[in-house]
């Protein structure tokens, strides 16, 4: 499963790299998530600990996070329900500002079984949350939160 969502905000690209970077604070601009726990830092990247609110329940994972400056945030699940899972927030200079594409790739076994908790259950999940990803950034970085 691949599911993508773009947003244009009206700051210039470093600006806008410099908070999505700070994940740690990322609780701040995404509604339903908690503080994140740094674990350790590696070259060029960390691995986090993750908390939110996911649709009425506590949801916990470990992501690995590297860093791309003024480029890409990869994210990569190391621990959780979506253990595997790839994220990659991609950054683009735009005559409005920056472009932020934010791409999920998940795949979950077995074939069949896997297709119906992607299409069904991951999907509309990792949607929104993508979506309240994009406009928590967009209203932290253009004033209005």
Do not use: C
Request: glycine letters at 6%.
């Amino acid at each position: 499963m691949i599911t993508k969502d773009t947003i244009i905000i009206k700051r210039n690209l470093p600006e806008v790299y410099k908070i999505a970077q700070d994940i740690e604070n990322s609780h701040t601009y995404i509604p339903g998530y908690k503080p994140s726990k740094l674990i350790k830092t590696e070259d060029g990247g960390m691995i986090v600990e993750r908390v939110a609110e996911i649709k009425g329940k506590i949801m916990k994972w470990k992501s690995k996070v590297k860093f791309n400056i003024n480029k890409t945030i990869e994210f990569e699940q190391i621990e959780g329900r979506l253990k595997g899972m790839k994220i990659e927030w991609l950054f683009e200079e735009v005559p409005e500002g920056t472009k932020l594409t934010i791409t999920h790739r998940l795949s979950l076994n077995p074939p069949v079984l896997g297709w119906i908790l992607s299409k069904f259950i991951a999907k509309p999940a990792i949607d929104k949350l993508t979506r309240n990803v994009l406009l928590g950034l967009k209203n932290k970085l253009e004033g209005v939160i």
